[in-house]
Nanobody
């Protein structure tokens, strides 16, 4: 059973950088055929896919967030991270990490972590 756990600050000030980590257990982030993603959901709104990387290490980003988003991985820790720069209150959301199978279906989700952007 693969488990994902998000971690990071729950409060970030406007204009700062939001940084979250996703620690994976029960499966390797380098295992072939999977895609590891960050997804967010603002309160009262739908899910928004932010970006992720394939097992090969190739990264992909949502065009609307690409200029502010960086996703990296640490294979020694079996962990991947999200950085979102120049945050505003509109970036307040529950942030999830997830594993996708080749069809695009999300197979495993983290529990999510609420990040509030406020001064």
């Amino acid at each position: 059973q693969v488990q994902l756990q998000e971690s990071g600050p729950g409060l970030v000030k406007p204009s700062q950088t939001l940084s979250l980590a996703c620690t994976v257990s029960g499966g390797s982030i380098t295992a072939n055929g999977y895609f590891w993603s960050w997804i967010r959901q603002p309160t009262g709104k739908g899910l928004e896919w932010m970006g992720g990387f394939a097992s090969s290490g190739s990264s992909y980003y949502s065009p609307s967030l690409k200029s502010r988003t960086s996703i990296s991985r640490d294979t020694s820790k079996n962990q991947f991270t999200l950085q979102l720069t120049s945050v505003t209150p509109e970036d307040t959301a529950v942030y999830y990490c997830a594993r996708e199978v080749p069809t695009g279906r999300i197979e495993y989700w983290g529990k999510g972590t609420l990040v509030t952007v406020s001064s």
